[in-house]
């Protein structure tokens, strides 16, 4: 039994052009490989299905012979039934010496989404871009009916949003820390009715809030490249953390790594630290130090967006430096100490 074309696309058998446009692009974006990554070789497979209908159901050709002879007439099969490819596809009164070879669906719909501009196309380039591009956009065509449409003149396309451009944008860990205000040019090519492309410069204030971390994004609609038969494109930034000479962010916890000699580990020590917003922060230690020890403090961490007031903790892993060599005479001090 061949494949039901009509009902692979979801359409009557007296679906208009323009039907089967509407319900082959929204399948096919559905079930496209990379807009179903879960699908695996089913999402291909139903793929390659809606393809395949809509090439047939599209071109009047073959759409004829396949509502007379269905798909075996289309490819040459054997009749059902038939034991032999010998026989004509579609018994005597069959179409003469047709065979419908299926092109490749990546290809066929590359073409398909060009032809009808619902991706980003360049004037001078009609090339498919990047399936990554992938983006919808909402229907702002006309609403009349199909019949009012002549095929050959009005365009029933819309121009679709691209995805953004982004920026990286570093930050050190106190500006993240803290919060902080950039004053960012940037610069983008805008295409004017005339078919030029102009550079066009603009100042944008970016504000970063406090406890902001690394990938966090920032976008500014509409700021980015505006090309011919595309909407403007939006410019995102997205924050780097530049490395900290003391501090390592942790989840929302703050890490300091410390080391100190023998002699503080085993007779007790106090660090002073200078915190992300600028304060002296004096630790105390009065235990032995044993290397891996951890000193933790509440609420001297990253601060919590979610929670406002509320942060992480800090905390101060030491290691602890032996001395490489030691005298006859520290040798002997040291056991009279240690053995009282």
């Known amino acids: 039994m061949g494949m039901d074309y009509y009902n692979i696309l979801k359409v009557n058998r007296n679906a208009t052009l323009e039907d089967l446009k509407k319900s082959y692009r929204r399948l096919a974006r559905t079930w496209h490989p990379d807009k179903n990554p879960t699908g695996g070789a089913e999402a291909e497979a139903k793929f390659k299905q809606i393809t395949e209908a809509y090439e047939v159901l599209s071109d009047p050709e073959k759409r004829a012979i396949y509502d007379q002879y269905g798909e075996e007439g289309l490819k040459g099969m054997p009749p059902p039934g038939s034991q032999s490819r010998s026989s004509t596809a579609a018994g005597p009164s069959g179409p003469s010496n047709f065979r419908y070879n299926p092109s490749d669906p990546d290809d066929f719909f590359a073409e398909f989404m060009a032809s009808n501009k619902t991706y980003s196309v360049d004037q001078d380039r009609m090339r498919f871009q990047q399936r990554s591009n992938w983006t919808s956009a909402r229907n702002s065509r006309s609403e009349a009916p ?19 451009v982004e920026k990286t944008l570093p930050c050190t860990l106190e500006e993240l820390y803290n919060g902080t205000k950039r004053k960012m040019k940037i610069t983008r090519n805008v295409a004017k009715p005339d078919g030029r492309v102009e550079v066009e410069t603009e100042i944008l204030a970016v504000e970063v809030l406090p406890g902001w971390k690394k ?106 430096a032996f001395p490489t060599r030691l005298s006859l005479s520290q040798r002997a001090a040291i056991r009279q100490i240690m053995a009282s």
Do not use: M
């Open 215 to 320: 990938g966090t994004k920032i976008t500014f609609p509409n700021k980015g490249d505006k090309l011919h038969g595309q909407l403007a494109q939006d410019l995102t930034f997205v924050l780097d953390l530049k490395p900290h000479d003391v501090y390592i962010l942790d989840g929302n916890n703050l890490l300091v790594k410390q080391e100190i000699p023998l002699v503080d580990a085993l007779a007790g020590t106090a660090i002073n630290l200078r915190t992300l917003d600028g304060r002296n922060l004096p630790v105390r230690v009065e235990e032995v130090v044993r290397p891996g020890y951890e000193v933790v403090l509440e609420n001297e961490g990253w601060p919590i967006r979610k929670e406002p007031g509320k942060k992480g903790k800090l905390v101060i892993k030491f290691n602890v």
């Open 146 to 164: 199909s019949s009012s449409r002549k095929e050959s003149g009005a365009s029933t396309s819309q121009a679709e949003k691209p995805l953004p």
